[in-house]
């Protein structure tokens, strides 16, 4: 991949956005404003998008995909990377990235935009290739010394060993100069930084052991460590790649799940309407809104009405109609009508980013976890040093100062403790765990999420967009006459209210024919009118059609003189979200719901999932505090959530996850990203995180046995360059084998 | 143990062949998609070129 379809990417991406803005209501593809994704975007003929499939996964689901996105106009090829479950389109300039994935919907197929920081992306496929190269020369060189050295253990004497021995020194040198490079780098940065890293003792092992067998070949000695140092750096370099991996992959899917932000506002200057990047608003600006669009900055009302979602920002499912005077925040979606705002702030001073001061607030607050590799390595190197100085001391004591011995016993030491088994113990297990829960559908974004899912004991949801899927559904369809229906049906069609629309689409499920209607037109902020057979219908809010005001969310429908009929609708369930809760409960979480929404939907849905603590009505500052104070109690927290009202929470918790539909930086704040539609996983993932750490502390066990036998040996002087083969490859495979066992 | 003059040299290059057959396939990117190349063998469509 070159640079130029990336950039070609951004601006396509870029391009996206502004559609959405005027064609999409969903308020998951939207979100605030980055004045960033401005910067990356430029005109290159040709783009290259990227979308994420989560459900795909066989022969079948490539051939469709490819088929149907080959099918789209614009679009010159397809390819589906199965491992990474995405799709990487080669399109002409121009395409957008919402037809194909509406397309892909078409044929049963879930699909999430993916960010076009693609540069960044394939620099680390650079690193990663370049980390596969090294353990392909090490392991080649490995091999080739081996099968030297066998001769020379199992009895070459004299000029026929000397010969293997400068043979092997003409292999290992070279590539243990190319293929160390990663630990000698990262050891001097670690003694340059004043510390002693896993890489100091490795690297000095892997030197120390070259440079001892060099001199023994010299002096026609019967040990040479060649097939040692060569071993080291191979095992080492796979858990080193391993670990990349898991990195790697969770980085380049997670946080290039598309932005989605809105990075530009159109201004009203001099009665003109101009179209600025969202970080140039000032306040006093006169900005539009269109439906569908993203409120860009907070502001006041000065024209129009309509009707505001602002559920990602606070947890309400209701929509807020808004008229002239009143106040909006940045990251609400304008729903029916075009509204002019007069900018109140903008940037800094924006709600949005005092959400972002809140979320900054709680990172600083959060003591960093330090993981199970980390303390195992702080135990380990001046262990390992220390050893290796006392037996080189004794040594030149016990011997009247023979330093070749002396020096031979100490590299042995070096050697034989060298972790192999240490440096995979913690990567073999997270990738085999990590590989588990990407085929379940969950991404992984940081490494020590998953030992921080094992402690989780109490597990916060949010509700909206978490436990909910924040998308309406009819419920009380059936009260009504088929009459009724059709009309309500056609006045539905005449509407992108998200109600009007699940209304549209409930009627459209059970087979019912739109009526004709004519003069069909909408109020914004309203609802939506039409005659139907000479008298007037009205679909929409109650105080406009005369109806009762509820509670719940409805709409309401009245046909001529008739008494107005209450459409009631209920947030759908995500799905997997009883068994997840069931399942965590089972398990002895403690379970609560935490939402911003009303008392009587709240606690309607944790009767109904059996949670039984919820709150309602909460604010950002309150979601992250009562998740602080849990954790003060001792509690740790799995906190659950989507919207930018969760991300302060998210942040404070112990682990987090949010699914794929979640605000950008919700999922930026979050540990775990869910990439389906099913909440279930995460129950499984808490199981999967237990097990995960029980064969990482079986994995320390298994290498601490090694040591506690070979260590001794190598002590006193008995340790030959078989045994420490021997001990090395022994401990490499059992670890690994023993993080396949993972279930 | 003339032999090993010639067995050695042979040993060696044919590592090397392999190396560098490791070096072409990492090269030519076919490490990046190991499931799906596995799923594709089973697919109806011919597919000339094999990597995008």
Same mark, same amino acid.
């Given at each position: 991949?070159?640079? !130029?379809?990336?950039?070609?990417?951004?601006?396509?991406?870029?391009?996206?956005?502004?559609?959405?803005?005027?064609?999409?209501?969903?308020?998951?593809?939207?979100?605030?404003?980055?004045?960033?994704?401005?910067?990356?975007?430029?005109?290159?003929?040709?783009?290259?998008?990227?979308?994420?499939?989560?459900?795909?996964?066989?022969?079948?689901?490539?051939?469709?995909?490819?088929?149907?996105?080959?099918?789209?106009? @614009?679009?010159?090829?397809?390819?589906?990377?199965?491992?990474?479950? /995405?799709?990487?389109?080669?399109?002409?300039?121009?395409?957008?990235?919402?037809?194909?994935?509406?397309?892909?919907?078409?044929?049963?197929?879930?699909?999430?935009?993916?960010?076009?920081?693609?540069?960044?992306?394939?620099?680390?496929?650079?690193?990663?290739?370049?980390?596969?190269? /090294?353990?392909?020369?090490?392991?080649?060189?490995?091999?080739?010394?081996?099968?030297?050295?066998?001769?020379?253990?199992?009895?070459?004497?004299?000029?026929?060993?000397?010969?293997?021995?400068?043979?092997?020194?003409?292999?290992?040198?070279?590539?243990?100069?190319?293929?160390?490079?990663?630990?000698?780098?990262?050891?001097?940065?670690?003694?340059?930084?004043?510390?002693?890293?896993?890489?100091?003792?490795?690297?000095?092992?892997?030197?120390?052991?070259?440079?001892?067998?060099?001199?023994?070949?010299?002096?026609?000695?019967?040990?040479?460590?060649?097939?040692?140092?060569?071993?080291?750096?191979?095992?080492? =370099?796979?858990?080193?790649?391993?670990?990349?991996?898991?990195?790697?992959?969770?980085?380049?899917?997670?946080?290039? *799940?598309?932005?989605?932000?809105?990075?530009?506002? %159109?201004?009203?200057?001099?009665?003109?309407?101009?179209?600025?990047?969202?970080?140039?608003?000032?306040?006093?600006?006169?900005?539009?809104?269109?439906?569908?669009?993203?409120?860009?900055?907070?502001?006041?009302?000065?024209?129009?009405?309509?009707?505001?979602?602002?559920?990602?920002?606070?947890?309400? $499912?209701?929509?807020?109609?808004?008229?002239?005077?009143?106040?909006?925040?940045?990251?609400?979606?304008?729903?029916?009508?075009?509204?002019?705002?007069?900018?109140?702030?903008?940037?800094?001073?924006?709600?949005?980013?005092?959400?972002?001061?809140?979320?900054?607030?709680?990172?600083?607050?959060?003591?960093?976890?330090?993981?199970?590799?980390?303390?195992?390595?702080?135990?380990?190197?001046?262990?390992?040093?220390?050893?290796?100085?006392?037996? +080189?001391?004794?040594?030149?004591?016990? %011997?009247?100062?023979?330093?070749?011995?002396?020096?031979?016993?100490?590299?042995?030491?070096?050697?034989?403790?060298?972790?192999?088994?240490?440096? =995979?113990?913690?990567?073999?297990?997270?990738?085999?765990?990590?590989?588990?829960? +990407?085929?379940?559908?969950?991404?992984?974004k940081d490494g020590t999420a998953l030992e921080r899912l094992a402690?989780?004991?109490?597990?916060?949801?949010?509700?909206?967009?978490?436990?909910?899927?924040?998308?309406?559904?009819?419920?009380?369809?059936?009260?009504?006459?088929?009459?009724d229906l059709a009309v309500a049906a056609a006045l539905a069609a005449?509407?992108?209210?998200?109600?009007?629309?699940?209304?549209?689409?409930? $009627?459209?499920?059970?087979?019912?024919?739109?009526?004709?209607?004519?003069? =069909?037109?909408?109020?914004?902020?309203?609802?939506?009118? @039409?005659?139907?057979?000479?008298?007037?219908?009205? =679909?929409?809010?109650?105080?406009?059609?005369?109806?009762?005001?509820?509670? !719940?969310?409805?709409?309401?429908?009245?046909?001529?003189?008739?008494?107005?009929? %209450?459409?009631? +609708?209920?947030?759908?369930?995500?799905?997997?979200?009883?068994?997840?809760?069931?399942?965590?409960?089972?398990?002895?979480?403690?379970?609560?719901?935490?939402?911003?929404?009303?008392?009587?939907?709240?606690?309607?849905?944790?009767?109904?999932?059996?949670?039984?603590?919820?709150?309602?009505?909460?604010?950002?500052?309150?979601?992250?505090?009562?998740?602080?104070?849990?954790?003060?109690?001792?509690?740790?927290?799995?906190?659950?959530?989507?919207?930018?009202?969760?991300?302060?929470?998210?942040?404070?918790?112990?682990?987090?996850?949010?699914?794929?539909?979640? *605000?950008?930086?919700?999922?930026?704040?979050?540990?775990?990203?869910?990439?389906?539609?099913?909440?279930?996983?995460?129950?499984?993932?808490?199981?999967?995180?237990?097990?995960?750490?029980?064969?990482?502390?079986?994995?320390?066990?298994?290498?601490?046995?090694?040591?506690?036998?070979?260590?001794?040996?190598?002590?006193?002087?008995?340790?030959?360059?078989?045994?420490?083969?021997?001990?090395?490859?022994a401990s490499s495979i059992t670890v690994s084998l023993n993080s396949?066992?993972?279930? | 143990?003339? &032999?090993?003059?010639?067995?050695?040299?042979?040993?060696?290059?044919?590592?090397? &062949?392999?190396? &560098?057959?490791?070096?072409?396939?990492?090269?030519? #990117?076919?490490?990046?998609?190991?499931?799906?190349?596995?799923? #594709?063998?089973?697919?109806?469509?011919?597919?000339?070129?094999?990597?995008?």
């Amino acid at each position: 991949m070159t640079v !130029s379809p990336a950039i070609g990417a951004a601006s396509a991406a870029s391009e996206a956005f502004e559609d959405h803005v005027s064609a999409s209501a969903c308020p998951a593809c939207l979100a605030a404003p980055s004045a960033e994704q401005m910067a990356k975007s430029g005109d290159i003929k040709g783009a290259r998008l990227m979308l994420s499939l989560p459900t795909a996964h066989c022969a079948v689901c490539i051939t469709d995909v490819e088929r149907e996105l080959a099918r789209q106009p @614009g679009v010159r090829s397809a390819r589906v990377n199965l491992t990474l479950k /995405r799709v990487s389109v080669d399109a002409e300039h121009g395409v957008e990235s919402a037809p194909l994935i509406a397309a892909l919907d078409r044929i049963g197929y879930e699909a999430h935009e993916l960010d076009a920081g693609m540069l960044s992306a394939t620099e680390t496929d650079k690193r990663g290739r370049d980390l596969l190269m /090294r353990i392909g020369v090490a392991g080649f060189a490995m091999m080739n010394i081996m099968l030297l050295s066998i001769a020379v253990w199992s009895g070459a004497e004299a000029a026929t060993r000397d010969l293997f021995h400068w043979i092997s020194a003409a292999i290992a040198l070279p590539t243990v100069i190319f293929a160390g490079q990663p630990f000698f780098v990262s050891a001097w940065g670690a003694l340059r930084g004043g510390r002693l890293g896993m890489d100091v003792p490795i690297s000095l092992a892997i030197i120390l052991a070259s440079a001892i067998s060099v001199f023994e070949t010299i002096k026609h000695g019967h040990h040479a460590y060649f097939d040692a140092a060569v071993m080291l750096t191979f095992f080492l =370099l796979v858990g080193r790649y391993l670990d990349y991996r898991t990195r790697a992959v969770a980085r380049s899917a997670a946080e290039e *799940l598309a932005a989605l932000e809105v990075p530009r506002a %159109t201004v009203l200057r001099d009665g003109a309407e101009v179209v600025v990047p969202v970080g140039d608003l000032r306040p006093g600006d006169l900005i539009r809104v269109r439906p569908g669009g993203r409120i860009p900055a907070d502001g006041e009302v000065t024209l129009g009405s309509s009707e505001t979602d602002r559920s990602l920002l606070t947890g309400e $499912t209701l929509p807020v109609y808004v008229g002239p005077g009143a106040m909006l925040s940045a990251g609400e979606v304008n729903l029916t009508g075009p509204l002019t705002l007069r900018v109140t702030a903008a940037g800094k001073d924006s709600s949005l980013h005092r959400m972002a001061d809140l979320v900054a607030m709680a990172e600083s607050a959060k003591t960093k976890y330090t993981s199970l590799a980390e303390r195992a390595a702080r135990a380990y190197a001046p262990i390992v040093h220390l050893l290796s100085f006392t037996a +080189f001391g004794v040594w030149m004591w016990l %011997t009247g100062g023979d330093l070749r011995f002396a020096i031979n016993i100490s590299a042995a030491v070096l050697i034989i403790t060298c972790p192999c088994a240490l440096g =995979l113990a913690v990567p073999a297990v997270v990738t085999a765990a990590s590989g588990r829960l +990407f085929r379940k559908g969950l991404l992984i974004k940081d490494g020590t999420a998953l030992e921080r899912l094992a402690e989780v004991d109490t597990v916060v949801f949010d509700k909206t967009g978490t436990l909910t899927m924040g998308t309406p559904k009819p419920e009380n369809l059936g009260d009504l006459s088929a009459q009724d229906l059709a009309v309500a049906a056609a006045l539905a069609a005449g509407s992108s209210h998200p109600l009007a629309r699940a209304l549209a689409e409930g $009627t459209v499920a059970v087979g019912c024919a739109p009526a004709t209607l004519d003069d =069909l037109r909408e109020v914004p902020g309203y609802g939506v009118e @039409g005659r139907w057979q000479g008298q007037i219908a009205r =679909l929409g809010r109650a105080d406009w059609i005369g109806a009762a005001p509820g509670n !719940s969310t409805a709409t309401h429908l009245k046909i001529g003189a008739q008494a107005p009929i %209450t459409l009631r +609708f209920a947030d759908s369930l995500r799905p997997g979200a009883e068994v997840a809760v069931a399942a965590l409960i089972a398990q002895g979480k403690r379970v609560l719901l935490v939402s911003g929404d009303v008392e009587g939907a709240v606690a309607a849905l944790a009767q109904r999932l059996g949670i039984a603590e919820w709150h309602a009505g909460a604010l950002p500052q309150e979601k992250a505090a009562l998740v602080a104070d849990l954790t003060a109690q001792g509690a740790r927290v799995l906190m659950v959530g989507d919207g930018l009202n969760d991300t302060a929470a998210l942040t404070a918790a112990h682990v987090s996850v949010s699914p794929a539909s979640a *605000l950008d930086a919700a999922r930026t704040a979050s540990d775990i990203v869910l990439l389906g539609q099913d909440l279930s996983p995460v129950a499984d993932a808490v199981g999967i995180a237990v097990q995960a750490r029980r064969r990482i502390k079986q994995n320390f066990g298994i290498s601490i046995l090694y040591n506690a036998i070979a260590v001794p040996i190598a002590l006193i002087g008995l340790a030959t360059p078989l045994a420490a083969a021997l001990a090395m490859s022994a401990s490499s495979i059992t670890v690994s084998l023993n993080s396949l066992r993972l279930k | 143990m003339s &032999v090993l003059t010639y067995l050695i040299p042979i040993s060696l290059f044919l590592g090397g &062949v392999g190396l &560098v057959a490791f070096f072409w396939s990492l090269k030519s #990117r076919q490490y990046e998609d190991p499931k799906g190349d596995g799923e #594709r063998i089973l697919s109806d469509e011919y597919d000339d070129h094999p990597k995008a």
